[in-house]
């Protein structure tokens, strides 16, 4: 468990945020210029707060009232930046055991296991100017793992890198939040991101946190979601696979019911986490018929929220929440308020591959 | 080569040469120093620092070797308690290279200010957050990266050491076979009658050490700079 209580006065702009990381990924999630990365400076010790207190787990690295402040190498973090920082000068096995040369830990069968669980066994004796930027980033995190850190921080590490290089990562990512047992504080404007790979959602605005949650109440908040932007806007499912069906379709297993998605490439059992964006969802008062739409999920209307350019509607279907967005006028029509039995209607091709989480839970 | 070249102007290059070298190996550690810390901190009397390295650039190179008489000198005030633990450099070949050194700091400190300013200080702050102490971060990541820097530091410090004449002849005089150094050599054969033949000889010889003191240092920092960024 991270927690951070931090106060920093620069000219013209003021952090003053307090939070909690517990385990698993907490995304750190606000617009440029909201205080993210100083954050994360702060937690890593190479931006020394005014006032604040910053512990993980039993340890106090920051504390300004007992005048404690560890510096940076003495913390155990390990951080991962936007632009990877591998070192020049070094190939990329030196740059990944360039932490053991201080820390001591590291043994051999550790770093055949990041590197494997990485893929970066072919480019070990290669330097970093020789590798493209997916690959670079990926030998960046392996060199933060290896430290052994008691915590990682993640500063956008996706952010300098096109889409195809960020489905390369992504599932390391996961892997690491699954497998690795350590906190992850990762940094993102991205709600795709964010919907994906966190645990826990820290929304900060203004140098100060906003809003902060488990994940998926944090998105199907209706107070809370539109502010990733409304056409990003979606609530996160998530399921089970259950069978891959003969005609190209997996079956998926939630708590609302069946689900039925393009091919889905993972065995089944494979949990799985799926972003469904309000504007995908369509609303149903009867149980259509000779519609298109694979999938029709049994619900009620939970709350509804006005917002600019509609109404936001979150329905409830099992233990999940979905969020629909449709017209102030087709709200009138299909007379909906809460408790309304509805059906929520969601086109099976709608939910995009890359979107497609995998978790362990 | 010494039908060639008269024993005492042999004497003139290679005491030249033993004189720079000297110069530059005992000034490049505060060299780096003083770079480093021009280049990455901000401490009262930076300014004052960077004026005070800067001062033999833009000092008549006579007024400077006078100053080194004054303090360097027998009766100086460091002088005086050097000679009681028995270093004299006044008049000695030892003095010559002070003078060499300190008329060739600036050059030095200047080419590896800017190698240093080159470095990206993130990579810095990686290594620290990988565990790497202070010292260690300058050792293993900045020092590395500033090589070829500190390679033209010391090749351009040496040429100018090499060439150094007015606060040489200054602070230590123009003594054949203790003092005299190429250049002094060339103004000593310059004047006396039918010297010219002599001098243009030396001429020549300064002209092909400092042409190759520069071609090699293209050379070092062109293959270190490869050799650092993997490519």
């Not at chain 1, 826990?200 to 809003?211: E, N, Q």
């Not at chain 1, 069906?245 to 490439?265: H, M, N, Q």
């Not at chain 2, 033993?18 to 280049?39: C, D, E, Q």
Request: glycine fraction near 10%; charged fraction near 15%.
């Amino acid at each position: 468990m991270l927690t951070v209580t931090l106060r920093h006065a620069f000219p013209g702009f003021q952090l003053d945020a307090s939070f909690q990381a517990p385990a698993g990924l907490t995304a750190l999630f606000g617009h440029s210029g909201s205080g993210k990365t100083t954050v994360v400076n702060a937690v890593a010790g190479l931006l020394r707060p005014q006032s604040g207190r910053v512990t993980v787990g039993d340890m106090v690295l920051t504390d300004s009232d007992a005048g404690v402040f560890l510096p940076p190498h003495r913390r155990g973090i390990g951080y991962v930046f936007q632009e990877a920082r591998l070192f020049p000068h070094l190939n990329v096995r030196q740059n990944l055991l360039y932490g053991h040369w201080f820390t001591g830990r590291g043994q051999q069968a550790d770093l055949s296991r990041v590197v494997e669980m990485l893929g970066i066994g072919h480019m070990l004796s290669r330097r970093p100017a020789a590798l493209s930027g997916g690959e670079r980033q990926r030998v960046a995190l392996g060199r933060a793992i290896l430290c052994h850190p008691r915590l990682l921080l993640m500063d956008e590490p996706l952010a300098a890198l096109d889409q195809a290089r960020k489905d390369e990562i992504l599932p390391y990512l996961e892997r690491l939040r699954d497998h690795a047992g350590l906190p992850i504080l990762y940094v993102s404007h991205s709600p795709a991101e964010v919907a994906r790979l966190a645990t826990t959602v820290v929304l900060m605005d203004k140098g100060r946190v906003s809003a902060a949650g488990p994940v998926a109440a944090m998105l199907s908040d209706p107070a809370v979601a539109p502010l990733f932007g409304m056409a990003e806007t979606g609530a996160v499912l998530t399921a089970r696979i259950e069978a891959q069906e003969p005609d190209g379709l997996t079956r998926l297993l939630t708590s609302a019911g069946p689900l039925f998605l393009p091919r889905i490439a993972a065995p089944v059992g494979t949990g799985l986490r799926l972003r469904i964006l309000a504007q995908d969802v369509m609303i149903a008062t009867a149980p259509p018929r000779g519609i298109s739409a694979l999938n029709v999920i049994p619900a009620q209307v939970h709350d509804m929220t006005a917002v600019p350019g509609g109404v936001l509607v979150r329905l409830q279907a099992g233990d999940q929440m979905i969020l629909s967005r449709i017209t102030a006028r087709s709200a009138d029509v299909l007379g909906l308020s809460p408790g309304v039995p509805v059906y929520a209607v969601l086109k099976a091709v709608s939910v995009a591959p890359g979107t497609i989480g995998v978790s362990r839970g | 080569m010494t039908d060639w070249l008269t024993p005492e102007a042999w004497q003139a290059v290679r005491l030249s040469i033993r004189v720079s070298l000297w110069a530059v190996a005992a000034s490049l550690p505060l060299g780096v120093f003083v770079a480093y810390a021009l280049a990455r901190w901000r401490f009262p009397g930076h300014g004052l620092l960077n004026g005070l390295v800067h001062l033999p650039l833009v000092l008549p190179p006579v007024v400077t070797g006078y100053l080194l008489l004054l303090t360097f000198g027998r009766r100086g005030w460091i002088g005086e308690w050097l000679d009681q633990v028995g270093i004299v450099l006044a008049f000695r070949w030892t003095g010559a290279a002070l003078a060499a050194a300190i008329m060739a700091f600036p050059l030095m400190v200047r080419a590896i200010r800017l190698a240093i300013e080159a470095v990206d200080p993130k990579l810095e702050q990686a290594a620290s957050t990988l565990g790497a102490p202070r010292p260690w971060v300058f050792l293993t990541v900045t020092l590395p990266l500033i090589l070829p820097g500190i390679m033209t530091g010391a090749i351009l410090a040496f040429a100018k050491a090499m060439g150094e004449f007015g606060a040489t002849i200054t602070f230590v005089s123009n003594i054949p076979g203790q003092t005299q150094t190429l250049p002094s050599a060339i103004y000593a054969f310059l004047q006396v009658p039918g010297g010219e033949a002599a001098a243009a000889r030396l001429v020549l010889i300064a002209v092909v050490i400092a042409m190759a003191a520069l071609f090699l240092s293209e050379w070092l920092s062109r293959l270190i700079a490869r050799r650092i960024r993997g490519l």
